[in-house]
């Protein structure tokens, strides 16, 4: 972009199940900054989308790296020109499609688009990847060249230390960044760093890259520089859920989860000699921020290791749990180590709880036996999981052959039985020129699929989910337009709108 860079985002940091997979820029809280190629290469991808990255246009550089400029608000005119025969040759709202390599070749420092704030962008920037072409796995953009000037070192807020009780407290660091008393633990495992980064002071706290942790011989590090997509589901296991919980703060494990067999939930940790298990030792934690700055901190930990372990499920085999009509199943290798786990009938009818801390990796199977005193119809039916922290989703059955409905999710926490049958709500809003607003939300899914006609004929719009929007551009003078848009469990509204 034209402006100083300067970032409301960080690659690697901690988000909701997922590593942030790039880096966002400021865009001094506008849209309509103009964005720029950051290498010369070949554009490969365009996607306009509802959700997610909106917007997006996807680069291709000979030096073997893939850029990704993301929730746009506008691309180059003749990209869109392309984008746009596509939607009307295939009559899609959504598009994801591929592009030659050489039918639109770009050079470094070349205008690609505008900035803006599609998709599920909560505010006007600009996020950028920089990914390994052959792999798609995401790396830091700012090892690759692009330059941001930070001199702030990460600010070490403190370490939370789990007593032999099983109470978090936090122990801030003193003189010398040393700690003032000794910590009694069972496991490194009991410890959660408590760490923010800024580029500037005031700025928003953001993720840092490095944690090592250096006990005598041995050298743990925790080293966010690349991930495979399929791994995000890792930052679960990299972050402290039991801090979150109890304290609500977001801290890291300095320490992976002791995995048998060598399995990591993403290839983050990297170890030199093994971490003692027990007595008296000194540590350092040296932190680092993308730009080399580092803070550090020391200690003095006794380790009393556990001499008897809960009852817990193998992580390595797969398993389920069932509680009355409800059965849980979950494949081998869900969870990054063995869990304890409980599957509880609620209060109400048509409630169940399942409880753990443990990070889940891989999404378990929901399956209920239909009891005759739901007399609701059974594909509308829902199941809706709220965890802990009281985000909820909403996940449309799948029934079985034998009558059995199922529902497939990664999340745990309360679960109650629920139907939809409210079809989505469309409105007219208003006209400027010839772009036509209108109001597409549905009561509780997403929308799954519509189609927008003026006259008969197909025409192009865009559903902008976040602001329950839909965006209809090349409004003839006169005639009518329909919209039919349908929810996730087949729930059909047809809007019709003279003008
Ligand atoms: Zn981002």
């Known amino acids: 972009m034209d402006i100083p860079a300067s970032m409301a985002g ?145 600010a070490i807020r403190g370490l939370y230390a789990k007593s032999t009780e099983g109470a978090w407290q936090l122990h ?83 320490v992976p989860f002791a995995l048998k067999d060598g399995q990591q939930p993403a290839d983050i940790w990297e170890g030199r000699g093994s971490l003692p298990t027990q007595g008296k030792h000194h540590f350092t934690l040296t932190v680092e921020d993308a730009h080399g700055n580092r803070s550090t901190l020391h200690g003095d930990v006794q380790l009393k290791p556990l001499t008897s372990a809960r009852l817990t499920h193998d992580y390595r085999l797969p398993g389920s749990l069932q509680q009355g009509s409800m059965k849980v199943s979950f494949p081998a290798h869900s969870f990054t180590h063995s869990p304890s786990l409980s599957l509880r009938k609620g209060d109400k009818q048509w409630q169940w709880s399942l409880s753990s801390t443990a990070p889940v990796l891989k999404p378990f199977t929901y399956t209920w036996t239909v009891s005759k005193e739901w007399t609701e119809p059974l594909d509308k039916t829902l199941l809706i999981v709220t965890d802990f922290r ?68 197909w025409v192009w719009a865009y559903h902008d989910a976040k602001n329950q929007r839909l965006l209809v551009s090349d409004l003839p003078e006169s005639g009518e337009l329909v919209v039919v848009a349908e929810d996730e469990a087949g729930n059909a509204t047809t809007f019709r709108h003279s003008f």
């Open 390 to 457: 009281g985000n909820q989703s909403r996940l449309v059955g799948r029934l079985l052959t034998d009558g059995r409905l199922q529902f497939r999710s990664k999340q745990w926490g309360h679960m109650q039985l629920s139907v939809d049958t409210t079809a989505p709500t469309i409105r007219w809003i208003q006209r400027q020129g010839s772009l036509a607003t209108l109001h597409l939300a549905d009561n509780r899914l997403d929308i799954q699929s519509m189609t927008v006609t003026v006259n008969g004929q």
């Open 172 to 254: 801030r660091p003193g003189k010398d960044n040393q700690l003032a008393s000794e910590l009694i633990l069972t496991s490194w495992q009991d410890l959660a760093l408590d760490v923010t980064d800024h580029m500037e002071s005031g700025g928003r706290p953001l993720g840092i890259q490095r944690i090592t942790l250096q006990v005598g011989e041995s050298m743990q590090t925790l080293h966010i520089q690349r991930f495979a997509f399929h791994q995000s589901r890792g930052v679960d296991a990299l972050m402290h859920m039991d801090v979150q919980m109890k304290k609500g703060r977001r801290c890291y494990r300095i």
């Open 10 to 154: 960080s690659f690697g940091e901690m988000r909701h199940h997922h590593f942030h997979s790039g880096i966002d820029l400021r865009s001094q809280g506008k849209t309509g900054q103009i964005v720029r190629a950051m290498a010369d290469g070949d554009l490969r991808r365009i996607v306009i989308k509802p959700g997610g990255f909106g917007w997006a246009l996807y680069l291709e550089h000979p030096s073997g790296h893939t850029s990704v400029y993301a929730h746009l608000s506008e691309f180059k005119q003749a990209w869109m020109d392309h984008a746009m025969a596509y939607a009307k040759r295939n009559h899609r709202y959504v598009i994801d499609i591929p592009v030659t390599k050489g039918k639109f070749p770009i050079k470094a420092g070349d205008i690609i688009g505008l900035s803006g704030n599609s998709g599920g962008s909560g505010g006007p920037h600009l996020h950028v990847e920089w990914r390994d072409s052959q792999t798609e796995e995401p790396l830091n953009p700012l090892t690759y060249g692009l330059v941001v000037n930070d001199k702030v070192q990460p």
